[in-house]
T-cell receptor
């Protein structure tokens, strides 16, 4: 039982490049979410999903796309990377919505030059 | 959207001193969770509070939920260097939000 896994651990992009951050969970959780963490800003919600085929925007969705074709996977796509997207990205999953414990992946540290 | 304030942002203590972080919401909460993130790590769930006035303890950690279910505190007695990290509260507003809103966290630095 690996929990929540994220790849890659580190990534450096040039402005304008696109990439996909991968997230997978093996706990059969319905709820998955993506956060970005910047110094002094806490964890800000980018996008979330309440089940396969259902996604919605969080607090800071601009510049990011998501899809949820399976229960296990929830990739985050950066369409055209910008320096403002330099951050640490965490994926999380939970079994239930309104009171579920969030299980976080190890994070992806992204630098956009 | 849901607003949650967490104070202080940073706290330096000498090993053995106590530490408290506070989480305040402008609206009534369904529940509140606390997470700890070690430097370089990811947030890890500590506890969830649901009932008005609830108090829970985990060894040297004491968690309280306010009577009005709008605020919470995490108190650490006699800090140790292993307590170093950032402590986040995460809240679900009453009426249900699927994903919690996180506070900005309090970073605890313990000096030996």
């Amino acid at each position: 039982n690996a929990g929540v896994t994220q790849t890659p651990k580190f990534q450096v992009l040039k402005t304008g490049q696109s990439m996909t951050l991968q997230c997978a969970q093996d706990m059969n959780h319905e709820y998955m979410s993506w956060y970005r963490q910047d110094p002094g800003m806490g964890l800000r919600l980018i996008h979330y999903s309440v089940g396969a085929g259902i996604t919605d925007q969080g607090e800071v969705p601009n510049g990011y796309n998501v899809s949820r074709s399976t229960t296990e996977d929830f990739p985050l796509r950066l369409l055209s990377a910008a320096p403002s997207q330099t951050s640490v990205y965490f994926c999380a999953s939970s079994a239930t919505g309104t009171s579920g414990t969030q299980y976080f992946g190890p994070g992806t540290r992204l630098t956009v030059l | 959207g849901q607003q949650v304030m967490q104070i202080p942002q940073y706290q330096h203590v000498q090993e053995g001193e106590d530490f408290t972080t506070y989480c305040n919401s402008s609206t009534t909460l369904s529940n509140i969770q606390w997470y700890k993130q070690r430097p370089g790590g990811h947030p890890v769930f500590l506890i969830q509070l649901v009932k008005s006035g609830e108090v829970k303890k985990q060894k040297r950690l004491t968690f309280q939920f306010g009577e009005a279910k709008k605020n919470s505190s995490l108190h650490i007695t006699a800090t140790q260097t292993t307590d170093v990290g950032t402590y986040f509260c995460a809240v679900h507003a009453s009426g249900g939000s699927y994903i919690p809103t996180f506070g900005r966290g309090t970073s605890l630095i313990v000096h030996p």
